[in-house]
């Protein structure tokens, strides 16, 4: 079962630890994937009308649907930034 964060899997698909060991609790934060138009209009140090008024004129990039959500990927956005400087 894939979600919207990322996640520290094993081949075997179960979660593991700091230790590798399955089950083991990990204290560390995990990225997200996905985040919504707020989140991402914040990253880009923009507001978020601004941001808005971008996307829909394609000089940012596109969301996803997901279960209804419009999201973006977070790679999308550092991608963005990466060949805009």
């Given at each position: 079962?894939?979600?919207l964060?990322?996640?520290?899997?094993?081949?075997?698909?179960?979660?593991?630890?700091?230790?590798?060991?399955?089950?083991?609790?990990?204290?560390?934060?995990?990225?997200?994937?996905?985040?919504?138009?707020?989140?991402?209009?914040?990253?880009?140090?923009?507001?978020?009308s601004?941001?808005?008024?971008?996307?829909?004129?394609?000089q940012?990039?596109?969301p996803v649907?997901?279960?209804?959500?419009?999201?973006?990927?977070?790679?999308?956005l550092?991608?963005?930034?990466?060949?805009?400087?």
């Amino acid at each position: 079962m894939s979600t919207l964060y990322g996640n520290a899997q094993s081949p075997e698909g179960l979660s593991t630890g700091s230790n590798g060991a399955p089950g083991a609790a990990t204290k560390q934060p995990q990225e997200k994937l996905l985040i919504p138009a707020a989140q991402a209009a914040e990253m880009l140090s923009m507001g978020r009308s601004t941001f808005w008024n971008k996307v829909k004129l394609h000089q940012l990039p596109q969301p996803v649907k997901v279960a209804g959500l419009t999201r973006w990927r977070v790679a999308d956005l550092r991608r963005f930034v990466e060949i805009a400087v």
